[in-house]
């Protein structure tokens, strides 16, 4: 985690003085720890936050975890941090490739339902990058008038398809610093090698890339997910190196900044088809990039 978002959310933590929303961005477990830490410290009663001493904490502690469904079908819209009262977590349901509207309406029913001891409360979403259209209007319902002593945390992988009205009313909280370019992680090299081939690669190749991401959409959407946050990534850093010599062009490059920023957001707000964003993706950075 970024320095700086560490002492952002150990501040809140140690003075009880908590914003309406953050917007916690970076890797997706890191992002999901750092809200699920920062939602049991708001209510631990000890010290460090969370102290795992304290009857809070031992309420907030693990569970087999319930599994979610946005349908209300085959499990809850909504769970409860452990069993405290006053934490709330919702996620993609199990067999969902979205968090839907059902489940933010069922969360702001529940923040309007004054329950718990009467102290804090807090509702993480996570996955908050799949959250569709309508839910995120939904949410935006909540953030515009927050139920009294609550927090929402938004815990997402890329804020890219995120309404601008619902990231405006965030603290946001960027886990990735500068030094966390997603270009230098590990877990990314073997993408990141591939994605330095596209300007050399040719076409059917690249067609027969996109077509690994066949099958499960759930696991085949963060995949092409992954793909997009690189090529973008990448091709933000060519077009910087490109400015600084004197006879640039970045016009391709950026036409190709701009389809990659499509593609995320048909991707998490359209329920597009993994492989035909990945092919237009590819095809992007291809043409972008001599
Ligand atoms: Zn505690």
Redesign the pocket.
């Known amino acids: 985690m970024s320095s700086n978002a560490r002492k952002l959310l150990a501040r809140a933590l140690e003075s009880g003085r908590f914003h309406s929303a953050y917007l916690i961005s970076g890797a997706a477990e890191p992002a999901r720890e750092a809200a699920l830490e920062f939602a049991r410290g708001a209510v ?3 010290s460090p ?6 009857p ?2 031992q309420r907030s502690g693990p569970r087999e975890l319930i599994k979610l469904d946005g349908k209300g079908e085959k499990g809850p819209f909504l769970r409860h941090i452990g069993d405290h009262a006053d934490l709330f977590w919702v996620e993609r349901g199990a067999t969902n490739t979205r968090v839907l509207i059902d489940q933010v309406r069922a969360l702001q029913q529940a923040l309007h339902r004054r329950g718990g001891d009467g102290g804090h409360r807090v509702a993480v979403i996570a996955d908050a990058q799949w959250l569709n259209h309508e839910a995120q209007n939904a949410l935006l319902h909540v953030l515009e008038e927050p139920p009294p002593a609550t927090t929402l945390v938004l815990a997402t992988e890329t804020s890219a398809g995120l309404l601008a009205t619902v990231r405006s009313r965030c603290q946001k909280v960027a886990l990735r610093d500068e030094a966390g370019d997603p270009l230098d992680a590990p877990e990314h090299a073997e993408t990141l090698a591939r994605v330095e081939g596209i300007p050399t690669a040719k076409i059917p190749e690249l067609l027969a890339w996109a077509g690994e991401y066949r099958g499960n959409r759930a696991k085949a959407a963060e995949a092409v997910e992954e793909l997009l946050l690189l090529c973008n990534a990448w091709l933000s850093r060519r077009i910087t190196q490109a400015v600084q010599s004197p006879d640039h062009d970045v016009r391709r490059p950026l036409a190709a900044c701009r389809t990659l920023f499509d593609c995320r957001k048909s991707l998490a707000q359209r329920n597009a088809n993994p492989q035909m964003v990945a092919e237009r993706a590819l095809l992007a950075v291809h043409r972008g990039i001599d």
């Open positions: 631990c009663q000890g936050k969370p102290c795992e001493n304290c809070s904490c």
